[in-house]
């Protein structure tokens, strides 16, 4: 099951919202049947970027396909370690630390959830691409 902070469809919510939202998916047993989502983007600096929700893992390079490519070994990586040590809380669901990376999160995250829930596991667009991983 997928650990990502939702949105509305149609707002961006407060922190409290956002629990209660996600308390509200729980209780009707709504599930994403992903462990993460890979989310590449251009820059503001002019390269493409990279982060993989919920881990706050990040990079940047010429090409989305580098990128993408990149994300998606550290995310095996950083879950092969969560598995060796229990899937400490701390470690399985960890903020964005970068700014943009947040601003884009907040931008996509309600249309991107939506294809998520209805089992669309990778989404293109002229603003990103973003790619579920389905457990193994």
Not at 71 to 78: A, F, H, R, W
Not at 96 to 122: A, C, G, Y
Request: proline share 4%; aromatic share 8%; hydrophobic share 30%.
């Amino acid at each position: 099951m997928c650990k990502i902070v939702l949105h509305s469809s149609s707002i961006k919510m407060s922190i409290h919202g956002i629990i209660k939202y996600m308390t509200t998916l729980i209780r009707e047993k709504t599930k994403l049947d992903c462990s993460a989502v890979n989310i590449v983007y251009k820059s503001k600096n002019g390269l493409y970027r990279g982060f993989v929700q919920p881990y706050d893992i990040t990079y940047e390079d010429e090409t989305k396909e580098k990128v993408l490519s990149v994300l998606k070994d550290m995310t095996v990586q950083y879950e092969n370690g969560l598995k060796r040590y229990n899937n400490p809380s701390h470690l399985a669901t960890v903020p964005l630390s970068d700014e943009e990376d947040r601003e884009k999160w907040n931008d996509i995250s309600p249309s991107l959830m939506q294809q998520l829930v209805t089992k669309h596991f990778s989404v293109s667009t002229p603003d990103y691409y973003a790619e579920a991983k389905l457990p193994a």
